[in-house]
């Protein structure tokens, strides 16, 4: 497992009530960071998801910093290999050896690599500023991973965007996600409503 730092100190916090950019709970109520847009795609199949991918990284200035998210190892590689020359990406996960981890990671800070694309385990405790958007290329495995990913941008007072790419498999986390979204003030697109109708996690008040 690569050792890119922890999501905790070593010791205890003096202060353990300190607001967090990641995020926090209000009345046991997980909430995202406000300075957060999030953008939802709902989408059907992979090659949508991979349209989508490459009009959101051509949209954005050259080099700006970004975190693309999969849920496998495989995944990863396979976006990293055809993403990485053109858009200047590269891949972490834990089948890396820690010295290829280790150059990613530099290169991502450095700009060289202005995209990384990461498993959760391998970005775990990753604290790189100056990351402009994120993006969920697979939903998480809940809500609240979802919430500590999209934390890697609008840190410290900045803005940020994150993007999620929703597609039917994911429905049982739709009407978490609605709920999430309105605490935090974003937009919830009607198709995300009707996910939720599926997923049967209800929409918070917004489905039918």
Same mark, same amino acid.
């Given at each position: 497992?690569?050792? =890119?730092?922890?999501?905790? &100190?070593?010791r205890p916090a003096p202060t353990p009530s300190?607001?967090? +950019? !990641?995020l926090s709970q209000v009345a046991?109520?997980?909430? #995202?960071?406000? +300075?957060?847009?999030?953008?939802?795609?709902v989408m059907q199949n992979s090659? =949508?998801?991979?349209?989508?991918?490459? %009009?959101? !990284? %051509? +949209?954005? &200035? &050259?080099? %700006?910093?970004m975190i693309i998210f999969c +849920?496998?190892?495989?995944?990863?590689?396979? !976006?990293?290999? /055809?993403? /990485?020359?053109?858009?200047?990406a590269a891949a972490i996960h834990g089948d890396k050896r820690q010295q290829e981890r280790d150059w990613v990671l530099a290169s991502f800070k450095s700009g060289q690599c202005p995209i990384m694309i990461a498993t959760d385990v #391998?970005?775990?405790?990753?604290?790189?500023?100056?990351?402009?958007a994120v993006i969920n290329y697979d939903?998480?495995?809940?809500? =609240?991973?979802?919430?500590?990913?999209?934390?890697?941008?609008?840190?410290?007072?900045?803005? /940020? =965007?994150s993007y999620c790419f929703f597609t039917p498999g994911d429905a049982k986390y739709a009407g978490p996600l609605i709920r999430l979204l309105r605490e935090a003030?974003?937009?919830?697109p009607p198709a995300l409503e009707q996910a939720a109708t599926y997923g049967g996690g209800g929409g918070g008040g917004g489905g039918r």
């Open positions: 497992m690569g050792r =890119e730092g922890r999501d905790a &100190p070593a300190r607001p967090s +950019s !990641l046991d109520r997980l909430v #995202a960071n406000k +300075s957060i847009t999030q953008h939802i795609d090659y =949508e998801k991979q349209a989508r991918l490459r %009009t959101i !990284l %051509t +949209s954005k &200035p &050259p080099g %700006t910093r +849920s496998t190892k495989r995944m990863c590689d396979q !976006l990293a290999m /055809g993403l /990485g020359r053109e858009f200047r #391998a970005a775990r405790g990753l604290d790189v500023p100056n990351v402009g939903f998480p495995n809940g809500v =609240e991973d979802y919430v500590h990913r999209i934390g890697r941008t609008g840190r410290a007072g900045a803005t /940020g =965007e003030g974003q937009d919830v």
